[in-house]
């Protein structure tokens, strides 16, 4: 079942620079979209999330991008720091379900100085 | 900041056991939440919880397990007997609205269960 993906497991950005981070979905039915980032040995930590109605959501240095047309979203992280490495995780939901999220599998990001 | 809690925040057990897995959900969220992350593997979702009843489930959510709100504080995940493939990280989850609504889950930082 792979409804939501995340096709590379792992990426390198040198400090200061952009990190983006991609995402897609096969179910047309999520309406809503959220981005959590993990550390080894915690609880996924909440991020930023964005609705079916936006195709843009920023908060500070995250902003979200959704293209429902190709199904695809993506978590731009500008300018990077070392204390965001850690991994990330796209997940999706819709309305009508109680809200459970689909999740990917993942995404490694490495801050380099 | 209010955050969800989880205890013990590892549990060994031997298969056939029951565990139970306590979490205090935030304060003021209703809707409650179970997942759990095989190692190198995806989070799942398990089970949903509001309003003293289970919302929806997954089909991993079967007979062996069962969550319960004792009291107006605790969301607990019993699984009555455990088998090895139960091993995980068990994620509680909370939000303030969930059902026909989507929005935010804030997660515990997780119960590593290892069934020896």
């Known amino acids: 079942d792979q409804q939501v993906k995340q096709n590379s497991p792992s990426l390198s950005v040198q400090e200061g620079r952009i990190s983006i981070l991609n995402c897609d979905y096969t179910?047309?039915?999520?309406?809503?979209f959220l981005w959590y980032k993990k550390y080894p040995a915690e609880g996924p930590t909440f991020l930023i999330s964005i609705s079916s109605i936006k195709d843009k959501n920023e908060d500070g240095r995250f902003t979200v991008f959704l293209n429902k047309s190709a199904k695809h979203l993506s978590l731009h992280i500008v300018p990077s720091q070392p204390g965001d490495s850690a991994v990330y995780f796209c997940a999706a939901s819709y309305t009508g379900t109680a809200s459970k999220l689909t999740f990917g599998t993942g995404t490694r990001l490495q801050v380099t100085l | 900041e209010p955050e969800v809690t989880q205890t013990p925040s590892h549990q060994v057990t031997q298969m056939g056991q029951e565990v139970i897995l306590r979490c205090v959900p935030i304060?003021?969220?209703?809707?409650f939440y179970w997942y759990r992350q095989i190692l190198g593997q995806k989070v799942e979702f398990l089970v949903s919880f509001y309003n003293n009843e289970i919302s929806e489930k997954s089909e991993i959510f079967d007979d062996q397990f069962s969550v319960e709100r004792p009291d107006g504080s605790n969301f607990t995940l019993k699984i009555r007997s455990t088998k090895l493939e139960d091993s995980a990280m068990y994620f509680c989850?909370?939000?303030?609205?969930?059902?026909?609504?989507?929005?935010?889950?804030?997660f515990g930082p997780g119960t590593r269960l290892t069934v020896t």
């Open positions: 989850a909370s939000s303030a609205r969930g059902l026909g609504v989507a929005y935010e889950q804030y």
């Open positions: 304060s003021n969220h209703l809707y």
């Open positions: 179910n047309s039915m999520f309406d809503y």
